[in-house]
């Protein structure tokens, strides 16, 4: 991705697993070239959910397929997250917001881009691929950028997340940041004969957002094209984590309706 030019710098505050949201976003007109849509897809999966693990193995293929143009976020959400003895529990508080926020009652369930199809926010894995290519075939209208700044001693992460608008655009916009961590080792239940299988690796769990459930606000009400909007948060990375293998997941949606216009992934080191 076209990195954009910063002229400013920032004095970030180092709050542990909390965000600082800028009293007045920093803004600058630039000159940006549209780099292609990124689509984000939400795999709402559970550690004792049966179906789950050929779901997320639809959600990886994907990936695969598309590229940079598609990222993927598995959260753990509803009854069948609920971990029994043996099993990890990947549950998060936003997670299990957006799930009930959604209406979701069963996994696997997933979203594309968050748009509402006849059914609601909700598609099962055999329509995610035609509902990405969708999205992907929509025009771009917002680009986004993120800039990590990770300290392996203090397990510190910076997160800056710029965002600029390719046309102009009217109502309410949100930016959230979230920390994913992929290849996660732990038991999961799985189709007979495997069952409960204790080296299955999990791939792109979400571990949280950094800058609240719902993410910050970054303009209401006529939004002006090319001018760079940059928001910044922090989070302490938990120890239980591997550094290595985590990442930033950002995204740009619309409040009214909740559907992302943009999304992009960064590695945090």
């Known amino acids: 991705m076209k990195k954009i030019s910063l002229f400013f710098v920032f004095a970030l505050m180092f709050v542990m697993t909390s965000c600082d949201k800028l009293d007045e976003p920093f803004k600058k007109e630039v000159n940006i070239e549209a780099t292609g849509r990124v689509v984000l897809l939400e795999d709402y999966t559970g550690v004792r959910c049966v179906n789950c693990p050929a779901a997320a193995e639809i959600a990886h293929e994907l990936q695969e397929t598309f590229g940079e143009s598609l990222v993927v976020m598995g959260v753990h959400a509803g009854f069948l997250s609920m971990p029994l003895t043996g099993y990890p529990d990947f549950r998060t508080e936003a997670g299990t917001a957006w799930y009930n926020y959604f209406g979701f009652q069963s996994n696997p369930i997933g979203t594309i881009n968050r748009i509402k199809g006849d059914a609601g926010y909700g598609f099962n894995d055999g329509e995610w691929a035609t509902k990405v290519a969708e999205e992907l075939a929509k025009e771009q209208v917002a680009e986004l950028d993120i800039v990590c700044n990770y300290n392996e001693q203090t397990r510190n992460l910076n997160v800056e997340v710029n965002t600029v608008f390719l046309q102009s655009q009217s109502g309410k916009y949100l930016v959230t940041a979230c920390l994913v961590e992929d290849s996660v080792v732990g038991r999961q239940l799985c189709p007979e004969p495997v069952g409960a299988d204790s080296t299955y690796v999990h791939r792109h769990v979400f571990r949280g957002t950094i800058n609240g459930t719902w993410g910050t606000e970054i303009f209401d009400g006529a939004v002006p094209a090319n001018e760079e909007i940059s928001t910044t948060c922090s989070i302490t990375v938990d120890t239980t984590y591997n550094a290595d293998n985590c990442y930033?997941?950002?995204?740009?949606?619309?409040?009214?309706?909740?559907?992302?216009?943009?999304a992009f992934q960064k590695k945090i080191k």
């Open 248 to 262: 930033v997941v950002a995204f740009v949606y619309e409040d009214a309706n909740k559907n992302i216009l943009q």
